[in-house]
């Protein structure tokens, strides 16, 4: 049972033009939402979180949105550096447990 | 500031064979988390311990996974004896606190593979 789901696995954007990724989850009880980058042969990285009663949180380039009644995030990068290419994972928390979509590889091309 | 500090980076071993992974938190951090990735199942929790307590293994797959943590700096995920199906990327994380919009802070794993 996939609680956390990243639909598209790989994301192609031009630099300076906006990246959006997109993230579903199932589970109601989760009461933060995460996401991570993950550049190769390293760990993940923190980006960003909102809190499951925000609809928005916003971190310079970064902005992440809630639609609880849709139970969808999205993460927004404006602009798109190649830079930002990389895996990005968005996860669900609860009581301490991160749970993790599949994660979207996103290419920022010159 | 260090980061989570893994050990070794890369491993591999027979089948049979016992793997010991290593991790070592950042100072001051209450949580310690191990994680496995595959591409089958993706990112998923094993473990977690609270203050050297574990709290949840519910995500150990079999008893011949074992973890530890004997001291606030030191941790350890044993498998044994191994199996190739153990072949993935292993992560160890800790966070400062029990609220949940404390991030963890993600060693850069362990890639174990079984022959």
């Known amino acids: 049972d996939q609680q956390v789901k990243q639909n598209s696995p790989s994301l192609s954007v031009q630099e300076g033009r906006i990246s959006i990724l997109n993230c579903d989850y199932t589970n109601s009880m989760f009461d933060y939402f995460l996401w991570y980058k993950k550049y190769p042969a390293e760990g993940p990285t923190f980006l960003i979180s909102i809190s499951s009663i925000k609809d928005k949180n916003e971190d310079g380039r970064f902005t992440v949105f809630l639609n609880k009644s849709a139970k969808h995030l999205s993460l927004h990068i404006v602009p798109s550096q190649p830079g930002d290419s990389a895996v990005y994972f968005c996860a669900g928390t609860g009581f301490q447990k991160l749970v993790f979509g599949t994660g979207t590889r996103l290419l920022v091309s010159p | 500031d260090a980061g989570v500090i893994q050990s070794p980076r890369h491993e591999v071993t027979e089948m049979g064979q016992e793997v010991t992974l290593r991790c070592k938190p950042i100072?001051?951090?209450?949580?310690l988390f191990w994680y496995r990735q595959t591409m089958m199942r993706g990112l998923e929790l094993l473990i977690y311990f609270n203050n050297n307590v574990p709290i949840d293994d519910s995500g150990m797959p079999e008893d011949r996974f074992s973890a530890k943590m004997p001291n606030a700096s030191f941790s350890t995920l044993k498998i044994q004896p191994s199996e190739p199906r153990d072949s993935a990327v292993y992560f160890c994380?800790?966070?400062?606190?029990?609220?949940?919009?404390?991030?963890?802070?993600f060693g850069d794993g362990t890639r174990l593979s079984i022959l």
């Open positions: 994380a800790s966070s400062p606190g029990r609220e949940d919009n404390q991030p963890q802070h």
């Open positions: 100072s001051g951090h209450d949580y």
